[in-house]
């Protein structure tokens, strides 16, 4: 008898990481509770998915154990929010996951399935495909043009090494162009991609920025972008370094310098928003847009998460308020996860702190860490809503959401 197409299925992995299908059992999904998986909450596994095997962990059946057999989870393309998260046990010593969103998947008839929703659409961050050698032929072309600018070359290992969108937007000359600029950070952040703790178990998937970069190569890479591109974007502030505004003096010497010699386009910073004086200096100097992150409207699950140095949450939103105030462009790089997004008090402190601010956009991002480390570190909710209903609310208090920056 063939298996009704409405039937939910275990997608799962042997130990070598080949993906198996079994439609006679029904997974369980975590979503900051074990609980099973409504077939709405499901969509077809879009195009550049990624099946991820989670080593060490046994998935978790409605009925029935699941003996040898190794969980399965998805990684998303930018564009989905994620709903739900792949439900496990551990077993014993098994090792930290690497810092991934990991999001629940299943099979239904005999297609891949995932709990996610589509919450934005942009061609400059689809899923790209090069041919051989295409990336590095461009790559290089630009490189010979300003061969010793340490700039270019950070973005160019990004690039190639870790298919960084806004660091290929150099070399393809489109959208968002990255400008990394400090090697240092003032927080300690549990999921960091760039630098993480001697005894975190887990590598940094990227490297840092080392070299203290000077106002003359910021200026030539971000004017070279500009000058290419209508209404183009570069920012300050990505995942292969820490926190640009320690370097607000530099910054806002190379918006001046940039804006003296280019008036359109847009000059954008993505920071933590610790310090609100050196954001007013770089507003002062001309910056267009501001995109701040956060994990959470919570002073305890924010400062848990990001171990901040020398700020708090307060600061955080005495940023947003600033820049909203002076006009510039605004979102929020909300990092999210199902189970601490979602839960009622969170839900709470956003739409509370969101009623006296009028920001542009919140941009939902996977927040890229082990679920078991995370839930360790912020707690378990009692009754989280479920990520649908949260994204409602947040679209409910009239605020854009999205994933991606937009010019307009």
Known sequence: MKTPPSRIGLAYTDRRGSVFFDPESEPLADAGVVRPVALDELIAAPPGVVPTMLPGRTPLLAHGRSAKRTALGVLLPAGYTRLLLPAYRSEPGSPTLPLYGYAFAAVVGDR???????????????????????????????????????????????????????????????GEAALPVSPSCNARCVGCISEQDADAGIPSPQARILDDVTVDELVRAALAHLERVPGGIVSFGQGCEGEPLLRATLIARTIERIRARHSSGIVNCNTNGSLPRSLRMLIDAGLDAVRISLNSFRPEVYAAYYRPVGYTLDDVFESIRLACERGLRVSLNLLTHPGVTDDPDELVAMESFLASVRVAMIQTRTLNIDPERYFAVVGRPESPVGMRKALVRIAALGIRLGNFTHVH
């Open 112 to 174: 891949l399935m995932t709990a996610a929703v589509k919450t934005d659409e942009d061609v400059d961050w689809s899923p790209r495909h090069f041919a051989q050698g295409e990336l590095e032929a461009a790559v290089a072309a630009r490189l010979r043009d300003d061969p010793h600018n340490r700039v270019l070359l950070q973005v160019a290992r990004c690039s190639l090494e870790y298919g960084c969108f806004t660091a290929q937007n150099h070399f393809l000359v489109k």
